[in-house]
């Protein structure tokens, strides 16, 4: 694709046939106007409906985003509410402001800003993100004329003294008078480790409460758009806005998720150098949670059964006299992402050192190898960063299960993954890897009551449009 001549690309295709703004300047975000000619072009087309959304949400956050005279002016009367609890509705304008914090790895930030940012779509607020210095220069601006950043002078920004949403539901149900006072702010956990989700999103009257609120502080790290599937007053905007359900992650991944250009630099050139001119691009992406207990050769031969099985790899030729002519070979590149060295070392070496039966030529390429997980380490996100979005330009993946770094991957790609399977007691499964059947992250923390309180044993026979998730059965994805 990269080598398509400029008359044939359109408009449509540089802006993802109208996801993309066009308002804004190309030197500022390269990939903004480039990333289309390294994507396949994406059968799934955003809906004139999500497309008007986005630009009206645009036009909101360009209105009461940071340094907006509306933000200013928001921040200093609930600054001055900080502490009381009243009825702020009134006292404050039309500007209403969802902030995301971090919590765990980029991945997972990744699917929780999606969410969120769906979030404040629906319910008409505005996204800042709050990034602490590792999330510095990862992402292009997402919104023309404006910032999503959060600026440092948010008076909120020691969210102790913010009153968290259980602690305001409480309230709310041992309410015996008719008006509940209201915090100005409310902080939200939805993280693996905090129930949350339980009460927050299927029940109109907390949402309710919610809208009331002009702040929500939000720390999650979850995908939890098919929740916001299940709240009635929701749903009909979502079918609207996503006709096809398993595309949500597929189109706001792509429109927020554009690369700066410090590190567009280093993907943009590592496809060209090792990816662009194979036949076939295949990424696999080899995420082990628990490296001290997980043997490095047992997942080794994972990925081999996996790939040679499903054909993805070619099998080792035992017979050398058969190796095929020089001419015509097929050239197949393997991008491998993992924290480890050995996986892509010993898949390159494996290839090099044995003919392939097809006669088939696998290069194996392993762009980074940061040997563990580091935190608050900015060169160590833009080289996940790197990492994820390479294997999004691949053409087949193979993925860890659980894991939000290869959701994230697959969603941008818009790529059904096979997913290497959980080990049993340390030893391959009979099936090594299962092929999914829905290009959405899979959202871990499932509600377990509903919204009479009453456990919920199956989301997947309740709700429309979620299925089980191929690797974590307690989870649920869109489909
Ligand atoms: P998850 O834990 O697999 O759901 O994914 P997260 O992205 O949330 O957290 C894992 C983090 O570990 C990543 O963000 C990276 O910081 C690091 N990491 C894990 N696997 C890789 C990899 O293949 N490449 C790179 N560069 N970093 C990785």
Redesign the pocket.
């Known amino acids: 694709k990269i080598s398509s001549s400029p008359s044939t690309e359109t408009d449509a295709d540089k802006l993802l046939d109208g996801l993309l703004s066009s308002e804004f300047d190309k030197e500022s975000c390269l990939s903004r106007f480039q990333a289309y000619l390294y994507h396949k072009v994406s059968p799934h087309k955003p809906s004139p409906y999500l497309i008007s959304k986005l630009r009206s949400y645009e036009d909101l956050h360009r209105r009461c985003g940071p340094h907006s005279k509306a933000y200013k002016r928001t921040m200093a009367k609930l600054n001055r509410f900080k502490s009381k609890k009243s009825n702020v509705t009134n006292a404050t304008g039309s500007c209403k402001y969802i902030v995301w914090t971090a919590a765990?790895?980029?991945?997972?930030?990744m699917v929780s800003m999606a969410s969120i940012f769906l979030y404040a779509i629906l319910t008409d607020r505005v996204l800042l993100v709050e990034f602490l210095d590792d999330m510095v220069g990862l992402f292009c601006e997402p919104f023309p004329n404006s910032s999503w950043i959060l600026p440092k002078d948010f008076p909120f920004s020691d969210n102790r003294k913010v009153e968290i949403y259980e602690s305001m539901l409480k309230r709310d149900k041992e309410n015996t008078s008719k008006k509940l006072l209201l915090p100005s702010t409310i902080g939200v956990r939805l993280n693996m480790y905090h129930h949350d989700h339980e009460f927050f999103f299927s029940c109109d009257h907390n949402q309710h409460l919610l809208h009331k609120l002009p702040l929500l502080i939000v720390t999650s790290?979850q995908y939890f758009v098919p929740a916001l599937f299940m709240v009635p007053s929701f749903k009909k905007e979502l079918n609207k806005m996503f006709p096809t359900k398993d595309t949500v992650f597929h189109h706001l991944g792509r429109y927020l998720f554009l690369p700066a250009n410090d590190v567009w630099g280093p993907i943009k050139r590592f496809y060209q150098a090792y990816l662009a001119s194979a036949e076939e691009k295949i990424g696999i992406?080899?995420?082990v949670f628990h490296p001290n207990r997980t043997s490095y050769e047992t997942i080794m031969g994972q990925v081999l059964k996996c790939t040679q099985n499903h054909t993805i790899l070619p099998g080792f030729a035992t017979n050398i006299s058969k190796d095929p002519p020089l001419k015509n070979q097929i050239l197949k590149s393997v991008l491998v992402?993992?924290?480890y060295q050995e996986y892509g070392e010993n898949l390159r070496t494996m290839y090099l050192n044995n003919p392939t039966v097809t006669g088939e030529i696998i290069g194996v390429y392993q762009p980074?190898h940061?040997d563990q997980?580091?935190f608050g380490d900015n060169l160590?996100?833009k080289?996940?960063l790197?990492?994820i979005y390479l294997l999004s330009l691949c053409d087949v993946l193979v993925t860890?299960s659980?894991?939000?770094?290869?959701y994230v991957a697959q969603g941008l790609g818009g790529i059904m993954p096979l997913v290497l399977k959980k080990l049993q007691d340390n030893k391959i499964p009979d099936s090594p890897c299962v092929q999914d059947f829905s290009m959405e992250p899979c959202f871990h923390k499932t509600p377990k009551l509903d919204c009479m309180e009453k456990p919920i044993d199956n989301m997947a026979t309740i709700f429309p449009y979620v299925k089980k998730c191929v690797d974590y059965r307690r989870g649920v994805k869109l489909v």
Do not use: Y
């Open positions: 765990n790895g980029l991945g997972n930030r790290d992406q080899i995420r992402t993992s924290l980074s940061e997980q580091k160590h996100n080289k996940a790197t990492d860890s659980v894991s939000t770094f290869g």
